[in-house]
C-alpha cells in the first residue's frame, strides 16, 4: 500500500488526516476479474460511490484510492467477493451494497460464512442460501426450536425462508403436511366489501403465501400438494379447534393478529410440529384500540425454553437497494414526529 499525504493534513492516529492512500488487488482471472467489475463496471462504481473512493481497472487487477480507512474496506469488500466469485457463487443485484453493510459494521465478518447455511428443496434443482448473517441465525433458529418469531420490515426474506424451510421438511418427510395461514386484515379493509365467496375474498390475502410457494415448488406439483391437503392455505380463522401434528406451521402477517388469535394458533400445535410466526410490528393494520398479539407474544413468551426470536432490521433487506433506505426514512421521520409530540 501507497501513501501520498497533503502537506496541511492534521495527524489521525498517527496518520495524516486526507492522505490519500492506494491497494490495489490482484486478479489473474480474467473471467472473475470481468463478474467482479460488473457491467459496464457497475459493481465497482457501487464501490466508489457507497465508500467514496476511487476505483479503476485494467488487466492485472483492481486499484482502489482514497480516505485510508475506507480504502481498506473496499479493499476487503472486493477480496471477499473475489473468493466467493473463484468458488463459484455469482452476484447479485444490491450484493455490493449488502457486502459493504456487513463488513462496515464488523470488519471480522466473513461472507464465505454465509453460504454454509444451505435450504435444499427436494426435486428441485434448487439450493436457497441466505444473503445476510441475519437470515443465516434466522434458519438456525428454525432449526434448533419449534417454535420461532421472525420480526422485521418488508423485504427482509421472513416469508420466503420460512416457506422454503417448510417445503424442504415435506420433501424431506420430516413432516406430513405445511400449513400456511394469515389473519385477513389489510389496511382497514374488510372482508364483506370484497366480491366473491369466502375462497375468493380471503384469496388476496393468501397470495403472497401461493407466490413464494410456486417460487420454490413447479405450479403443477403446488398445486397437487394443495389438493392432497399437504399443503394448506387459510386464513388464521380456519385453525380454530384444530390440532396441528406432524407438521410445519407459518403464520404470516402476525403483526395483525389479535392476542386471541395468537394464543389459539400457538396452542394448536401437536406433536413433530414447528411453529413459525413472521410480522412487523411497525405495521399494524388492527382497529385502533385494539392490541397486537404479536406484540404480547413477543414479551410474554421471551423466556421460554424452545422459543426463539430473530428480530430484522433495515439492513437486512434484499430487495431493491432503494427499499432499505425508504424503510429508514419512514423509521427517522416517526422518531421525529414522536420527538416533536413530546415536547
Known amino acids: 500500500m501507497t501513501e501520498t499525504p497533503k502537506s496541511s493534513a492534521k495527524k489521525r492516529n498517527g496518520a495524516p488526516v486526507g492522505a490519500t492512500v492506494s491497494m490495489n488487488l490482484s486478479i489473474s482471472d480474467p473471467e472473475i476479474l470481468l463478474k467482479l467489475g460488473g457491467e459496464q463496471l457497475k459493481n465497482l462504481k457501487t464501490v466508489e460511490r457507497e465508500l467514496e473512493v476511487k476505483v479503476s481497472q485494467d488487466s492485472s487487477g483492481i486499484k482502489i484510492e482514497g480516505q485510508d480507512t475506507e480504502v481498506e474496506l473496499a479493499h476487503d469488500v472486493l477480496s471477499q467477493l473475489q473468493e466467493l466469485l473463484q468458488q463459484g457463487e455469482q452476484l447479485y443485484p444490491g450484493d455490493i451494497e449488502r457486502a459493504i453493510r456487513l463488513l462496515s459494521s464488523n470488519r471480522r465478518r466473513k461472507l464465505s460464512d454465509l453460504l454454509r447455511e444451505h435450504v435444499t428443496i427436494a426435486g428441485r434443482k434448487r439450493t436457497i442460501t441466505p444473503k445476510t448473517f441475519k437470515q443465516k441465525e434466522y434458519i438456525e433458529a428454525i432449526q434448533q426450536n419449534d417454535i420461532v418469531f421472525g420480526i422485521g420490515p418488508a423485504g427482509t426474506g421472513k416469508t420466503y425462508l420460512a416457506m422454503a424451510m417448510a417445503v424442504a421438511a415435506l420433501m424431506s418427510h420430516e413432516v ?95 406433536r413433530d410440529s414447528k411453529c413459525v410466526v413472521t410480522g412487523d410490528i411497525t405495521q399494524i393494520d388492527l382497529p385502533r384500540g385494539v392490541k397486537s398479539g404479536l406484540s404480547e407474544a413477543l414479551d410474554i413468551l421471551k423466556n421460554i425454553n424452545g422459543i426463539g426470536t430473530v428480530r430484522f432490521s433495515e439492513e437486512d433487506v434484499i430487495r431493491h437497494q432503494l427499499v432499505s433506505r425508504i424503510i429508514a426514512a419512514y423509521n427517522n421521520h416517526e422518531k421525529n414526529l414522536r420527538g416533536d409530540e413530546s415536547k
Open 176 to 270: 406430513k403436511r405445511v400449513v400456511l395461514c394469515r389473519p385477513a386484515v389489510e389496511a382497514g379493509e374488510k372482508l364483506g366489501f370484497l366480491p366473491g365467496d369466502m375462497a375468493e375474498k380471503v384469496n388476496p390475502y393468501l397470495r403472497p403465501l401461493y407466490d413464494a410457494l410456486h417460487d420454490m415448488v413447479d405450479f403443477d406439483h403446488a398445486h397437487d400438494l394443495v389438493e392432497r391437503g399437504q399443503i394448506e392455505v387459510a386464513p388464521l380463522a380456519f385453525m380454530r379447534g384444530r390440532t396441528l401434528s406432524k407438521a410445519f406451521v407459518i403464520l404470516d402477517e402476525a403483526q395483525n393478529t389479535t392476542q386471541v388469535q395468537m394464543k389459539m394458533l400457538l396452542t394448536r400445535l401437536g
